[in-house]
């Protein structure tokens, strides 16, 4: 909780509440120098990687390492402990393991992913996507924050050079085995710890709705060719088309021009779909999709549809999970419907998560908690499991 204070004014968000910390942006740097200082007070050896992720090494870097770490990026208006819990975890476990005077034999690395929310630049996971080769250099450096800056210039404001991102073989070899501790996001943990089992295929598309522009009085009704209005079917449609445990949301809508006296000429709408598989999220996305363009026509309008991106499920390795959980003394295991750096890198080494019991079940808000105790009984599993693993 002490490391937390430490960045607990670094991006408080005043308008939204909560915090505001986007990949390379000014908040973010910030807390990328306050995780370098850190790593570096404590002798660990700090190397940023070709892709903007930063690595703290514990002897190494090396092969075959055990590698923690999450992300020190949010939402928009998000809360204090998706992404930071991981890192303060991680160093404090860190800690741990010396005060007890553990030497590790083989390499251990604290990593700060970047972007992990996608809440600048549209795309989560981009500093394990990069790494891993889940989306290109190129596709990844044209993404543009709502200012226009693109990811790439981020980047190289930030001392990276773009042409140099890209799948990193030498990164992800040298990962033996990743585990992320990290808030858990619902109400499935009653205990202070758990593992993760899986999580949901989701991905997020972009739909354009396409009008006419115009005067919100001397238009007549019959007249118009409203944006807003096949806009707000979808929204109606994601409710409707998520059911059995899937879920749909619209959590963002960006009308153009955006004017209270004026119709809409285009509005932007991001849905975020979620499932237990492809199958089941395609078919959700399908049905909104089909209702979109159904309200589209009825109103005169356009649609184009851009899926910005999607993961598959994730099934977190069974034996690594059951190894970790064997170390811990049985802790529950439990899936999510939250995607994290370490759903990316779970189709490349084995990769476990542990989760620290949220109370509330409240995420991605200003009122996202984890009680104290709960949170030193994660850094105490996660330095036995690293301690597990590194032995
Ligand atoms: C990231 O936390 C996500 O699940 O969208
Ligand atoms: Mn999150
Ligand atoms: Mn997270």
């Not at 929310?117 to 795309?123: A, D, L, T």
């Not at 924050?145 to 693109?150: E, H, L, T, W």
């Not at 979620?274 to 909104?288: G, L, S």
């Not at 363009?293 to 977190?316: L, P």
Request: one cysteine or more; hydrophobic letters at 40%; glycine letters at 12%.
């Amino acid at each position: 909780m002490t490391d937390l204070a430490d960045i607990a004014d670094v991006g408080r968000d005043a308008r939204r509440g909560g915090y505001s910390r986007h990949g390379f942006d000014r908040v973010e740097l910030e807390l990328r120098a306050w995780f370098v200082e850190e790593a570096t007070r404590r002798g660990l050896d700090v190397r940023p990687d070709r892709n903007g992720n930063i690595w703290a090494w514990w002897g190494g870097p090396g092969t075959d390492a055990v590698v923690t770490g999450s992300h020190l990026d949010s939402v928009p208006g998000g809360g204090a402990f998706d992404g930071p819990l991981g890192v303060v975890s991680a160093l404090q476990a860190v800690d741990l393991l010396r005060a007890k005077g553990f030497q590790p034999s083989r390499p251990l690395a604290v990593v700060v992913f970047v972007e992990e929310e996608g809440g600048r630049f549209g795309v989560a996971c981009l500093g394990s996507r990069l790494m891993t080769g889940a989306i290109s250099a190129e596709a990844a450096c044209g993404l543009t924050d709502p200012d226009g800056v693109s990811f790439g210039e981020a980047a190289h404001r930030a001392g990276f050079d773009p042409l140099r991102m890209g799948r990193d073989d030498v990164a992800l070899a040298s990962i033996g085995r990743f585990v992320e501790l990290h808030v858990e996001q619902g109400r499935g943990l009653t205990v202070p710890v758990g593992s993760a089992s899986s999580i949901l295929a989701h991905g997020r598309w972009r739909f354009t709705f396409t009008g006419e522009g115009n005067h919100a009085g001397a238009t007549l009704i019959e007249d118009r060719r409203d944006p807003m209005l096949p806009a707000s079917q979808l929204v109606l449609a994601a409710r409707r088309a998520a059911t059995g445990g899937a879920r749909a949301t619209v959590g963002r809508i960006v009308p153009n021009p955006g004017g209270t006296n004026v119709i809409a000429s285009s509005v932007d709408v991001w849905l975020d779909a979620r499932a237990d598989d492809d199958r089941r999220t395609r078919e959700v996305v399908a049905e909104i999709t089909e209702a979109a363009r159904a309200a589209a026509v009825e109103e005169g309008c356009e649609v184009r549809v851009t899926e910005e991106s999607y993961g598959d499920t994730v099934h977190f390795d069974r034996g690594l999970a059951d190894e970790i959980s064997g170390a811990l003394g049985n802790v529950p295991s439990l899936p999510t419907g939250a995607g994290h750096d370490a759903g990316i890198l779970a189709a490349h080494v084995p990769t476990a998560m542990l989760f620290v019991r949220n109370p509330t079940g409240i995420s991605h808000a200003p009122d996202e908690f984890a009680e104290a105790d709960d949170c030193a009984a994660g850094v105490v599993a996660l330095a036995t499991t690293l301690e597990h693993l590194a032995r």
